[in-house]
């Protein structure tokens, strides 16, 4: 009997020993999953973002005071206000700064440094001035100097909104009446949406805005970063930073949006364009525009001495005219002393533009395509790209006064002086297109060095 008890309550242990074991392994399972569970719900890996305005959204916390990104009143638009925003984009070969997405995903852009300097026509209308034709492309001559330097247009871009409202009071800033193109200007509402004077947009160098006031008058940003109307636009240089607009739904490639790391929609290339560097004959040059078949460079230093000194030249012995030929001046310098250091392979001939760029009473970019000489060797004109960047340089564009040429003076404006006074000379050179990259990227650390094509 004790036996049987016994085998009974051995019988009853096993029992409650798997019955354990059994709850033991699934408690453990139990909370096993649901702690790998939540470990990778918490740890899981950050979804990939495709898209360039999600990027920039996902990049940036949304601020409502000091510098960063802002979202309007409706949340319908982002925009960047302050200094040190991280809005820097690589496009075109050009940095450019994010100004604001767009509540469809677009992006709007504008050129981070002054392209140039021009006129802006006859009067301040937009869509009838010289600065349009400039900028976009048109049955004009010589239009889309701007336009011409970008990049797969219809891929990347779609057009640029351009307020044209006449603005009498400065606090009160609307945008209602509007007009579209490729390329356009600085609308006055967007520089009030991104600190004004203490902004991004503030970068020391006057430049035009596209709005108007009721009087006749454009409103410019001058060096010191405020917004002021001028009435001398037909006569005086103001900078040009263009502005343009991404298409929605582009997607993003790489970048942090830092000046060193900016944002970039398009594949690395070895694709020369405007404004790439190029190393040539053991010589820095950047590259201005390009033609039908040749591509128009710029030195980007100064001529120097034997011990690195600027040498300082005057233009011409008797008159503001560009003439190779005629001894003691700077075209015969440059095309029988110069050029003699530069390797003939590359190199051709090519119009250099002489046109007085007034003329008729009208001071317009497209006068100085009017005339022109050929040569191996020139320097560049007013509206130039890039012809800003080195002060103290002379240029050959000229008025009627046979005494005066336009220059870069100190402050990185064009100023008009005498052929008699002492400039610099920058000289640029044409290359046939028949180019091969041999190595480089086409930054000025890295510049890209070139040879003929097999």
């Given at each position: 009997?004790?036996?049987?008890?016994?085998?009974?309550?051995?019988?009853?242990?096993?029992?409650?020993?798997?019955?354990?074991?059994?709850?033991?392994?699934a408690l453990?399972a139990?909370?096993?999953?649901?702690?790998?569970?939540?470990?990778?719900?918490?740890?899981?890996?950050a979804?990939?973002?495709?898209?360039?305005s999600?990027?920039?959204?996902?990049?940036?916390?949304?601020?409502?005071s000091?510098?960063?990104?802002?979202?309007?009143?409706?949340?319908?638009?982002?925009?960047?206000?302050?200094?040190?925003?991280?809005?820097?984009?690589?496009?075109?070969?050009?940095?450019?700064r994010?100004?604001?997405i767009?509540?469809?995903?677009?992006?709007v852009?504008?050129?981070?440094?002054?392209?140039?300097?021009?006129?802006?026509?006859?009067?301040?209308?937009?869509?009838?001035?010289?600065?349009?034709?400039?900028?976009?492309?048109?049955?004009?001559?010589?239009?889309?100097?701007v336009a011409?330097?970008?990049?797969?247009?219809?891929?990347?871009?779609?057009?640029?909104?351009?307020?044209?409202?006449?603005?009498?009071?400065?606090?009160?800033?609307?945008?209602?009446?509007?007009?579209e193109?490729?390329?356009?200007?600085?609308?006055?509402?967007?520089?009030?949406?991104?600190?004004?004077?203490?902004?991004?947009?503030?970068?020391?160098?006057?430049?035009?805005?596209?709005?108007?006031?009721?009087?006749?008058?454009?409103?410019?940003?001058?060096?010191?970063?405020?917004?002021?109307?001028?009435?001398?636009?037909?006569?005086?240089?103001?900078?040009?930073?263009?502005?343009?607009?991404?298409?929605?739904?582009?997607?993003?490639?790489?970048?942090?949006?830092?000046?060193?790391?900016?944002?970039?929609?398009?594949?690395?290339?070895?694709?020369?364009?405007?404004?790439?560097?190029?190393?040539?004959?053991?010589?820095?040059?950047?590259?201005?525009?390009?033609?039908?078949?040749s591509?128009?460079?710029?030195?980007?230093?100064?001529?120097?001495?034997?011990?690195?000194?600027?040498?300082?030249?005057?233009?011409?012995?008797?008159?503001?005219?560009?003439?190779?030929?005629?001894?003691?001046?700077?075209?015969?310098?440059?095309?029988?002393?110069?050029?003699?250091?530069?390797?003939?392979?590359?190199?051709?001939?090519?119009?250099?533009?002489?046109?007085?760029?007034?003329?008729?009473?009208?001071?317009?970019?497209?006068?100085?395509?009017?005339?022109?000489?050929?040569?191996?060797?020139?320097?560049?004109?007013?509206?130039?790209?890039?012809?800003?960047?080195?002060?103290?340089?002379?240029?050959?564009?000229?008025?009627?006064?046979?005494?005066?040429?336009?220059?870069?003076?100190?402050a990185?404006?064009?100023?008009?002086?005498?052929?008699?006074?002492?400039?610099?000379?920058?000289?640029?050179?044409?290359?046939?297109?028949?180019?091969?990259?041999?190595?480089?990227?086409?930054?000025?650390?890295?510049?890209?060095?070139v040879?003929?094509?097999?």
């Amino acid at each position: 009997m004790d036996q049987e008890k016994a085998k009974r309550k051995k019988r009853v242990y096993h029992i409650l020993m798997i019955v354990n074991v059994i709850l033991i392994v699934a408690l453990v399972a139990y909370y096993g999953y649901r702690l790998v569970y939540y470990y990778r719900l918490e740890h899981q890996p950050a979804e990939e973002v495709k898209l360039l305005s999600d990027k920039i959204i996902k990049d940036h916390e949304i601020v409502t005071s000091g510098s960063g990104l802002y979202q309007d009143e409706n949340q319908e638009m982002y925009y960047f206000r302050g200094e040190e925003v991280g809005n820097y984009l690589s496009y075109s070969g050009q940095l450019w700064r994010i100004m604001k997405i767009e509540e469809d995903g677009s992006i709007v852009l504008i050129l981070d440094q002054v392209l140039s300097a021009i006129t802006y026509g006859d009067e301040n209308l937009y869509e009838t001035s010289a600065m349009c034709s400039y900028l976009n492309t048109s049955d004009t001559a010589y239009s889309g100097l701007v336009a011409s330097m970008l990049n797969e247009p219809d891929t990347y871009l779609t057009m640029t909104k351009i307020c044209l409202d006449e603005i009498g009071n400065i606090g009160n800033i609307t945008c209602e009446k509007t007009m579209e193109d490729q390329v356009g200007l600085l609308n006055l509402s967007d520089y009030e949406l991104s600190g004004g004077k203490n902004g991004y947009l503030n970068t020391g160098i006057s430049y035009y805005t596209a709005t108007t006031d009721a009087d006749g008058g454009l409103y410019y940003i001058y060096s010191q970063g405020g917004a002021t109307v001028s009435n001398d636009f037909m006569e005086h240089n103001y900078g040009v930073r263009p502005t343009i607009t991404l298409k929605p739904n582009l997607d993003y490639i790489s970048g942090t949006g830092t000046m060193d790391d900016p944002y970039r929609i398009e594949q690395t290339s070895q694709q020369l364009s405007i404004g790439s560097y190029v190393q040539y004959s053991g010589e820095t040059f950047r590259i201005i525009r390009k033609t039908e078949n040749s591509y128009l460079l710029a030195l980007t230093h100064l001529l120097t001495d034997e011990a690195g000194t600027t040498e300082l030249f005057t233009y011409h012995p008797r008159s503001n005219a560009f003439e190779p030929n005629r001894y003691g001046s700077v075209a015969y310098t440059l095309n029988h002393n110069w050029v003699a250091n530069i390797d003939p392979t590359l190199l051709v001939e090519g119009p250099w533009y002489t046109g007085d760029y007034s003329l008729n009473g009208s001071t317009d970019y497209r006068n100085i395509y009017t005339d022109s000489v050929t040569a191996s060797v020139g320097l560049l004109n007013v509206g130039d790209f890039y012809s800003l960047d080195i002060p103290n340089t002379w240029l050959m564009t000229r008025l009627e006064d046979e005494e005066m040429v336009y220059t870069v003076d100190e402050a990185q404006k064009y100023y008009l002086d005498f052929i008699s006074n002492e400039h610099g000379v920058r000289p640029a050179i044409y290359l046939t297109d028949q180019i091969q990259v041999l190595s480089g990227t086409g930054t000025d650390t890295d510049p890209y060095v070139v040879g003929g094509k097999e």
